[in-house]
């Protein structure tokens, strides 16, 4: 958690306008104690406040949803190669979000994508249970299925419809990004971490539980049908509220919970809030580097994302090749 804060702190300090941490620490201080903003330092201030924390803190609970995501649905599926998007919920949130871009209606952005993500989940898990029990196998097909038609769904409609600066605005969603974050987009992300990222936290018994298969979990009193629904109900849940606010990110998901099993091992209790705090500082650092290193100019975070998460991730196969 120390490292966290002192990410915040640092990352703000980061930009064109360089606000020394000292600074950064001290109009924290002076909010909390609700006290009048230094006149001296009034510029400092907005330029923290207004522009820089918001999109910081977004990337924060972002990046700790999606990590708890990707450990709760590997684990769910016992598939090393899972992550929050497995249901189709990154394709169906893209499809809504692109639909109400290019009619116009940006201010529906995070209603529509949240929207679109819970239909992509109810979809998926819909289509896996009508054959039968719900089993990591068809959830994983019955997530792919979705996943390809709300993908071809959304490539027509841009081509159907994109026309002019539209398509730029559009590519930018699609390929992740938190430069229009704001303290809107903080309270989304916040309420939606609180609503099912934070119970998922206290789970890691009932996620041991399925280490060596539903017939496991069954002898130690669990019924693996109703966790596996309900775990994979908040994952869809808290995605769709990460995807809301910052599109799709690769690889944060995926990668994150592998790198902090390198590290404690394979026990949730422990796995799940390290994937936490650690999805939140790779992110606020991918997304720092995201708008400055090509200063002026700024880069979606998910291509930053992609470039770190797919070799760390063939890393990863290397060390461990049973993984596979």
Same mark, same amino acid.
């Given at each position: 958690?120390?490292?966290?804060?002192?990410?915040?702190?640092?990352?703000?300090?980061?930009?064109?306008?360089?606000?020394?941490?000292?600074?950064?620490?001290?109009?924290?201080?002076?909010?909390?104690?609700?006290?009048?903003?230094?006149?001296?330092?009034?510029?400092?201030?907005?330029?923290?406040?207004?522009?820089?924390?918001?999109?910081?803190?977004?990337?924060?609970?972002? *990046?700790?949803?999606?990590?708890? *995501?990707?450990?709760?649905?590997?684990?769910?599926?016992?598939?090393?190669?899972?992550?929050?998007?497995?249901?189709?919920?990154?394709?169906?949130?893209?499809?809504?979000?692109?639909?109400?871009?290019?009619?116009?209606?940006?201010?529906?952005?995070?209603?529509?994508?949240?929207?679109?993500?819970?239909?992509?989940?109810?979809?998926?898990?819909?289509?896996?249970?009508?054959?039968?029990?719900?089993?990591?196998?068809?959830?994983?097909?019955?997530?792919?299925?979705?996943?390809?038609?709300?993908?071809?769904?959304?490539?027509?409609?841009?081509?159907?419809?994109?026309?002019?600066?539209?398509?730029?605005?559009?590519?930018?969603?699609?390929?992740?990004?938190?430069?229009?974050?704001?303290?809107?987009?903080?309270?989304?992300?916040?309420?939606?971490?609180?609503?099912?990222?934070?119970?998922?936290?206290?789970?890691?018994?009932?996620?041991?539980?399925?280490?060596?298969?539903?017939?496991?979990?069954?002898?130690?009193?669990?019924?693996?049908?109703?966790?596996?629904?309900?775990?994979? *109900?908040?994952?869809?849940?808290?995605?769709?509220?990460?995807?809301?606010?910052?599109?799709?990110?690769?690889?944060?998901?995926?990668?994150?919970?592998?790198?902090?099993?390198?590290?404690?091992?394979?026990?949730?209790?422990?796995?799940?809030?390290?994937?936490?705090?650690?999805?939140?500082?790779?992110?606020?650092?991918?997304?720092?580097?995201?708008?400055?290193?090509?200063?002026?100019?700024?880069?979606?975070?998910?291509?930053?994302?992609?470039?770190?998460?797919?070799?760390?991730?063939?890393?990863?196969?290397?060390?461990?090749?049973?993984?596979?």
């Amino acid at each position: 958690m120390l490292t966290l804060l002192l990410s915040v702190v640092a990352a703000a300090a980061v930009g064109p306008t360089y606000v020394s941490p000292v600074e950064v620490a001290a109009s924290a201080i002076e909010r909390m104690a609700a006290g009048t903003p230094d006149p001296d330092r009034q510029v400092q201030t907005a330029i923290i406040w207004e522009l820089r924390l918001p999109r910081i803190i977004t990337a924060a609970v972002v *990046g700790a949803g999606l990590a708890i *995501g990707g450990v709760v649905m590997q684990a769910l599926t016992r598939n090393p190669l899972a992550d929050p998007y497995l249901l189709g919920v990154s394709s169906g949130a893209s499809l809504a979000a692109v639909s109400v871009l290019l009619l116009g209606a940006a201010l529906l952005l995070p209603l529509a994508a949240f929207l679109g993500a819970l239909a992509a989940m109810a979809l998926a898990l819909g289509l896996a249970s009508s054959f039968g029990r719900l089993t990591p196998t068809r959830t994983v097909l019955a997530g792919l299925a979705v996943s390809s038609l709300a993908s071809s769904l959304t490539s027509f409609v841009i081509f159907w419809s994109a026309q002019g600066d539209s398509y730029r605005e559009v590519l930018s969603w699609l390929m992740g990004s938190l430069s229009g974050s704001t303290w809107s987009s903080v309270g989304i992300a916040v309420i939606g971490f609180l609503l099912a990222g934070a119970p998922v936290l206290f789970t890691g018994r009932l996620l041991d539980g399925f280490a060596f298969g539903d017939s496991a979990a069954s002898s130690l009193g669990l019924n693996p049908t109703r966790i596996r629904w309900s775990m994979m *109900g908040f994952v869809a849940l808290l995605t769709g509220c990460m995807v809301a606010v910052s599109g799709a990110l690769g690889f944060v998901g995926l990668v994150i919970p592998h790198v902090v099993r390198l590290l404690t091992g394979a026990g949730h209790r422990a796995v799940l809030p390290l994937s936490a705090c650690t999805g939140a500082i790779f992110l606020i650092w991918a997304d720092t580097a995201a708008r400055t290193v090509f200063s002026p100019r700024e880069i979606p975070v998910g291509i930053v994302t992609a470039l770190i998460g797919a070799p760390v991730f063939a890393l990863l196969i290397r060390r461990q090749k049973k993984m596979l």
